[in-house]
Every structure is written in C-alpha cells, then in structure tokens.
C-alpha cells in the first residue's frame, strides 16, 4: 500500500487549500483515514479523521470549523479542505490509514498502520 500526499504550498493567512492523499495498492472504500500534522520541534499532531464509510469525522480543537475531511472512493483519494489558514497551521502533513476494516474516525495515531511521506503547508502572516 503507498499513500502519495500533495497539494501542499506557501500559502497568505487566510487562504485555502486542498490537500490529496492518493492510495495505490488497496481500496481505501472500507478503511479509515486520518491527516496529521508535524511542525518543527514538536510532536505529530492529530488534524482531522475520516470513518471507513464517510459518514463520521472527527477534528482537532484547532481545526473545526476550519478544515473538512472527506473520502472519494471513486478515485481512491482522501482529502482535507483547509480554509481560512493560519500561521499556526505551518507543517508537514501525513495521510495515515487503519488496516483494520470498517472502523470511525479516530484520532490517535496508534490505530493507523501505514502513512504516506508528508506535503508541506506554509503560511505567511
């Protein structure tokens, strides 16, 4: 299973993105998937989560209202839609995914089993 994540950028305050996780190698229609977040000297941070059907999300405190998870399944892609960004959103973010079928939106990073290599958002005050 590879994740390819893109969509990553320099970016003003208050700008948008999106981001794209693409899956090769397995459906991503049965899994859930997760975005999280790393700025330096610190810690993985836990973004937003997305449950195996789409029907169930999850955010961090930071983000809601702010950023939306989804799945297409069609084109096997998770994305995360980031509006009204923030110097504090600085970061590389990795797609994760549960090998485990048929699971919610969790959004600790020991239930996700294989990840992608990270795109990088920078926002400029």
């Known amino acids: 299973v590879q994740l390819q994540a893109s969509g990553g950028g320099l970016v003003q305050a208050g700008d948008s993105l999106r981001l794209s996780c693409a899956a090769s190698?397995?459906?991503?229609?049965?899994?859930?998937m997760v975005w999280f977040r790393k700025a330096p000297n610190t810690d993985r941070d836990f973004v937003a989560a997305?449950?195996?059907?789409?029907?169930?999300?999850n955010y961090a405190d930071s983000v809601k209202g702010r950023f939306t998870i989804s799945k297409d399944s069609a084109k096997n892609t998770v994305y995360l839609q980031m509006n009204n960004l923030k110097p504090e959103d600085t970061a590389v973010y990795y797609c994760a995914g549960q090998m485990v079928p048929f699971t919610r939106a969790s959004g600790a990073l020991r239930d996700y089993d294989y990840w992608g290599q990270g795109t990088q958002v920078t926002v400029s005050s």
């Open positions: 997305v449950s195996w059907d789409g029907a169930d999300t």
């Open positions: 190698g397995r459906t991503l229609s049965w899994y859930a």
